[in-house]
């Protein structure tokens, strides 16, 4: 499992393009909402989970696939961009994990993934 404490993640990318990288793990039923991509790491939110991808080794080929679903979800934190500030955050607390923070960079689905994480704890 990705260390999230010690783990910090690169400004994430819009890069639908990412969703591949994890199509193979979707349950039925399950929909990707969008993908976002750092330097190599990247992040799909489906309408169940959150999946954290962490490529690993010099060739890329090993990767290691973090399952957060928002049923685990405790509390969240959604911050948006603004007119100077083009960058957003999300910070999602889990029961068994703790704290996991994203930050965006350029244009995100922020709200529409706030609105999911909320249909799984209102």
Request: net charge negative.
């Given at each position: 499992m990705?260390?999230?404490?010690?783990?910090?993640?690169?400004?994430?990318?819009?890069?639908p393009e990412y969703a591949e990288k994890v199509s193979e793990l979707l349950l039925d039923g399950e929909?990707?909402?969008d993908a976002y991509k750092s330097m190599r790491d990247g992040v799909v939110f489906t309408n169940k989970r959150i999946i954290a991808v962490n490529v690993q080794g010099l060739t890329g080929s090993k990767k290691d696939f973090t399952s957060l679903p928002?049923?685990?979800?405790?509390?969240y934190s959604v911050e948006t961009a603004g007119t100077f500030d083009l960058d957003s955050e999300?910070?999602?607390?889990?029961?068994?994990?703790?704290?996991?923070?994203f930050e965006?960079?350029?244009?995100?689905?922020?709200?529409?993934?706030?609105?999911?994480?909320?249909?799984?704890?209102?």
């Amino acid at each position: 499992m990705i260390d999230f404490n010690n783990k910090g993640f690169f400004k994430l990318k819009s890069n639908p393009e990412y969703a591949e990288k994890v199509s193979e793990l979707l349950l039925d039923g399950e929909q990707i909402v969008d993908a976002y991509k750092s330097m190599r790491d990247g992040v799909v939110f489906t309408n169940k989970r959150i999946i954290a991808v962490n490529v690993q080794g010099l060739t890329g080929s090993k990767k290691d696939f973090t399952s957060l679903p928002y049923k685990n979800i405790v509390a969240y934190s959604v911050e948006t961009a603004g007119t100077f500030d083009l960058d957003s955050e999300l910070e999602v607390y889990f029961s068994e994990v703790g704290a996991v923070k994203f930050e965006f960079s350029g244009q995100t689905k922020i709200l529409e993934i706030s609105k999911i994480i909320a249909e799984f704890l209102l």
